[in-house]
């Protein structure tokens, strides 16, 4: 059992920087791959970034490359969502969530089973 918590959100505007974190509880964290989602209003959630349990190449939206990145620390339970020159078009709650242990990441949300309650990001232009 994983449970999520984000933190890190807020408005900021066009051009700016802001760090999610994301805080895990429970002793599956350090084996299990970690993703951020979005969902903005009226919009299905999608995929932002993901980060494998052991390491490797971590994996991007098309559209967040080159401006987010995304970490792990696991000695602190807690995933990062690095995001710089953000864009009106980057406004959505952004939620991490986690696959089950020794479990590849992935970009689909249905593989994901915990889930954070969401953080509110809000870029102005």
């Known amino acids: 059992q994983v449970q999520l918590v984000e933190s890190g959100g807020g408005l900021v505007q066009a051009g700016g920087s802001l760090r999610l974190s994301c805080a895990a509880s429970?002793?599956?964290?350090?084996?299990?791959?970690m993703g951020w989602f979005r969902q903005a209003p009226g919009k299905e959630r999608e995929f932002v970034a993901a980060?494998?349990?052991?390491?490797?190449?971590?994996l991007y939206a098309d559209s967040v490359k080159g401006r987010f990145t995304i970490s792990r620390e696991n000695a602190k339970n807690t995933v990062y969502l690095q995001m710089t020159n953000l864009e009106p078009e980057d406004t959505a709650v952004y939620s991490c969530a986690a696959r089950r242990p020794l479990l590849r990441y992935s970009n689909n949300k249905n593989e994901y089973v915990y889930w954070g309650q969401g953080t509110q990001v809000t870029v102005s232009s």
């Open positions: 429970g002793r599956a964290f350090s084996n299990s791959a």
């Open positions: 980060i494998g349990w052991s390491g490797g190449s971590p």
